[in-house]
Nanobody
Framework: LQLVQSGGGLVQPGGSLRLSCAAS????????IGWFRQAPGKEREGVAC????????NYVDSVKGRFTISRDNAKNTVYLQMNSLKPEDAAIYYC????????????????WGQGTQVTVSS
């Protein structure tokens, strides 16, 4: 089982990026999906989580109002739309599939994406 991530790259402060997280070998319908990030020298932190139905979304305070997590179960894909990006958002971003969201944390993680670099710099 694996999650395949796409998107990411270099963007100027204030810019936008969209990350995608897709599964090809299993359905995401029954999983909560979370986005995490890890900056150099820092621990991996939770960023957002979306319930299996998409009816519940939660965000870490630092991204509220700027990031949006969404899912399209028909496409077996989860997205993270990131707007108004700041230099402190730069990190490697990972998606993970788990049992359920606890706030913006995803618990019972069973599979991770490969990670994608987001760089925010002028």
């Amino acid at each position: 089982l694996q999650l395949v991530q796409s998107g990411g790259g270099l963007v100027q402060p204030g810019g936008s990026l969209r990350l995608s997280c897709a599964a090809s070998e299993f359905t995401l319908d029954y999983y909560a999906i979370g986005w995490f990030r890890q900056a150099p020298g820092k621990e991996r932190e939770g960023v957002a989580c979306i319930s299996s139905t998409g009816g519940s979304t939660n965000y870490v305070d630092s991204v509220k109002g700027r990031f949006t997590i969404s899912r399209d179960n028909a496409k077996n894909t989860v997205y993270l739309q990131m707007n108004s990006l700041k230099p402190e958002d730069a990190a490697i971003y990972y998606c993970g599939a788990g049992d359920y969201c606890s706030g913006y944390f995803t618990l019972g993680l069973v599979v991770w994406g490969q990670g994608t670099q987001v760089t925010v710099s002028s």
